[in-house]
Each structure stands twice: as C-alpha cells, then as structure tokens.
T-cell receptor, first 111, second 115 residues
Framework: EDQVTQSPEALRLQEGESSSLNCSYT??????LFWYRQDPGKGPEFLFT???AGEEKEKERLKATLTKKESFLHITAPKPEDSATYLC????????????FGKGTRLSVIA | KAGVTQTPRYLIKTRGQQVTLSCSPI?????VSWYQQTPGQGLQFLFE???????NKGNFPGRFSGRQFSNSRSEMNVSTLELGDSALYLC??????????????FGNGTRLTVT
C-alpha cells in the first residue's frame, strides 16, 4: 500500500532559525513527489514537483530535495509569513493512480 | 488566469439532508479531483473525473457521488448526511489528471458542517 509519513507533526521556529521537514514514502514506483503549502481556511498551494532521486528545487527560502525513500523541505532563515501547514504527496507510477498525501507538518515561525 | 473556484465556501446542514458542491476548474484543465480533508485523516481522495467520465474512486460509501459536465465543471453530492461528513471538501484540477506527473491545483474548498 502506498504511504506517506511526514515529520514532525508540528514545528515551532524562531525567525531566522533554519530547519527541515521530512517526508518519507513507500510507493510502488514513484512518478512524482509534490510539496504544497496550506494556509488556514485555504486550499493547498503548489510549491514543487520532484521526479527523481538527487533532484533539488528552490523557491525563495525553501529548497526541496529527494532521495529514493524520502524528501526534505529545507527552510532557510524563515520569516513569520512562512507559517503554514506543509503537505507532501506522491504520485505512484502505476496507471491512473491518484495522489497520496501525508498529514502535513504545521510550521509556526515566531518573530 | 483564474484559479479553481468552489462554491459555496460554507454550508451548514442537518443530519439526513443532502448537499451538492460545485467546482469550476482552471480553463483548459480536463481533470477534476475531489478530496475530503479532516484534522484526523488529512486529505482523503474521493474521486476523479476526466472528460465527463469517472476515472478513479476512493474508499468512500456510495452516499458520495459526483459528475462532470462537458465544460469540465464538476459537482459532488453527499446524500443522507452524517455528523462524520463534516469536513473541508477540496476540488483540484489538472490538464490530464492522475498518472501524468503534473501537479494538482486546488480551490479554497467548501467547509461543510453537519449538525
């Protein structure tokens, strides 16, 4: 069964304190791994897609990396506006299979 | 370019009633997926429609149904509402849908409360 586990469930950082969020996955072949950001009361907002081990993507203070078993979302010098829930999802490489989501990491950045 | 639009944003219904939620995808997107989001379970896949045909269905009871129209707009219906159906219902669209490796683009959801 395809599974995605995100850790930690919640993370509290001081402004400027860099850290990483983890996404571990078990999937029968990976077509793509996706990171989303979700603010309270809103739908998930697409951040990155990673397709193969070793791939990295960056956007402002965020960098996503991928290995064969997990992905990391690195947050460098975070600001309060980075506070949100970050969701990881995998696309299995087996026909028309829907995305499988993790339960997310709730990030709070304190000024 | 307009994003995914979901209506209504909020709904309050009573147990036993039925409800219909609406989703307009991004222009040019032919696939619409529906997800249920609750604090305990996260995002759970309901179903996906592509060119008016249901392509995938998640593990939800038959009370949950959907359809897609020729203009790619989609509706989902929940009949005989139960308290446990209270959740945020999210619609997402993509050009070709599941399996092609492209990301889903989500609307802001419909918050359904069943009393």
């Amino acid at each position: 069964e395809d599974q995605v586990t995100q850790s930690p469930e919640a993370l509290r950082l001081q402004e400027g304190e860099s850290s990483s969020l983890n996404c571990s996955y078990t999937v029968s072949g990976l077509r793509g791994l996706f990171w989303y950001r979700q603010d309270p009361g809103k739908g998930p907002e697409f951040l990155f897609t990673l397709y193969s081990a070793g791939e990295e993507k960056e956007k402002e203070r965020l960098k996503a990396t991928l290995t064969k078993k997990e992905s990391f979302l690195h947050i460098t010098a975070p600001k309060p506006e980075d506070s949100a829930t970050y969701l990881c999802a995998v696309q299995p490489n087996s026909g028309n299979t829907p995305l499988v989501f993790g339960k997310g990491t709730r990030l709070s950045v304190i000024a | 370019k307009a994003g995914v639009t979901q209506t209504p944003r909020y709904l309050i219904k009573t147990r036993g009633q039925q409800v219909t939620l609406s989703c307009s995808p991004i222009s040019g997107h032919r696939s619409v997926s529906w997800y249920q989001q609750t604090p305990g379970q996260g995002l759970q896949f309901l179903f996906e429609y592509f060119s008016e045909t249901q392509r995938n269905k998640g593990n939800f009871p038959g009370r949950f149904s959907g359809r897609q129209f020729s203009n790619s707009r989609s509706e989902m219906n929940v009949s005989t509402l139960e308290l446990g159906d209270s959740a945020l219902y999210l619609c997402a669209s993509s050009r070709q849908g599941s399996g092609d490796g492209s990301p889903l683009h989500f609307g802001n959801g419909t918050r359904l409360t069943v009393t």
